[in-house]
């Protein structure tokens, strides 16, 4: 989700995150939140459905950060291997054909997605950096039920490669008004100042909310 600073971005991932617990058992759904914006989302520690919410402003930040990555990775391949035994395309398929070893969806959230480009973007002494190893876990973590939201403030923070990834985008309201059409397409106008309202891309068409 795309939106300048002050126009629901946060809200947008605390809603989001409700909803999900309001309409999924724990055993169902996992959530991470990466709380990187204003740190209004700490209330959602408290659903039983979010294994950590975690902000820059503690103690071994960038160390929890890193060992989520990796545990999501190393859940990613184990459930490559499961899939593959099942001969399952993806979760949905395999948790439908075998519903007593249903595997949990995962979602991390991760609000202000340029702090955490700014804080682990760079690549040291040849080393792989976080950033790298992100992009290579949301390319290829959603067959295996992990899913990753991300908010960012404006079109140019996002790279080309991580752009690509995400094919489903929103967008509230920006600075620059031509940014609109290309994270939705069409002919779209500028949105008014109301905070919450945007646009999506449903079916090829871009739709205001």
Request: proline content about 5%.
């Given at each position: 989700?795309?939106?300048?600073?002050?126009?629901?971005?946060?809200?947008?991932?605390?809603?989001?995150?409700?909803?999900?617990?309001?309409?999924?058992?724990?055993?169902?759904?996992?959530?991470?939140?990466?709380?990187?914006?204003?740190?209004?989302?700490?209330?959602l520690d408290a659903l039983p459905h979010v294994g950590a919410v975690i902000n820059p402003d503690?103690?071994?930040?960038?160390?929890?950060?890193?060992?989520?990555?990796?545990?999501?990775?190393?859940?990613?391949?184990?459930?490559?291997?499961?899939?593959?035994?099942?001969?399952?395309?993806?979760?949905?398929?395999?948790?439908?054909?075998?519903?007593?070893?249903?595997l949990p969806a995962v979602l991390v959230a991760i609000d202000n997605f340029l702090e955490f480009k700014e804080?682990?973007?760079?690549?040291?002494?040849?080393?792989?950096?976080?950033?790298?190893?992100?992009?290579?876990?949301?390319?290829?973590?959603?067959?295996?039920?992990?899913?990753?939201?991300?908010?960012?403030?404006?079109?140019?923070?996002?790279?080309?490669?991580?752009?690509?990834?995400?094919?489903?985008?929103?967008?509230?309201?920006?600075?620059?008004?031509?940014?609109?059409?290309?994270?939705?397409?069409?002919?779209?106008?500028?949105?008014?100042?109301?905070?919450?309202?945007?646009?999506?891309?449903?079916?090829?068409?871009?739709?205001?909310?």
């Amino acid at each position: 989700m795309f939106g300048a600073s002050g126009w629901g971005k946060t809200t947008f991932i605390r809603t989001l995150a409700v909803s999900l617990a309001a309409t999924h058992s724990p055993n169902h759904l996992h959530m991470y939140i990466l709380d990187l914006g204003g740190r209004n989302l700490s209330a959602l520690d408290a659903l039983p459905h979010v294994g950590a919410v975690i902000n820059p402003d503690e103690e071994g930040y960038k160390e929890r950060v890193e060992q989520l990555l990796r545990e999501l990775d190393d859940l990613v391949d184990g459930r490559k291997t499961i899939l593959a035994d099942a001969g399952a395309p993806d979760l949905y398929k395999y948790n439908t054909e075998h519903p007593e070893q249903a595997l949990p969806a995962v979602l991390v959230a991760i609000d202000n997605f340029l702090e955490f480009k700014e804080t682990f973007g760079e690549t040291t002494d040849n080393v792989e950096s976080v950033m790298d190893k992100f992009v290579d876990l949301a390319r290829q973590a959603k067959p295996y039920g992990v899913h990753f939201v991300i908010t960012i403030n404006q079109l140019n923070s996002l790279s080309m490669q991580l752009y690509n990834v995400f094919t489903e985008r929103l967008t509230l309201k920006l600075g620059d008004a031509t940014d609109y059409r290309a994270i939705v397409g069409g002919f779209v106008t500028d949105l008014p100042d109301i905070p919450g309202r945007g646009y999506v891309k449903i079916a090829l068409e871009p739709l205001s909310f």
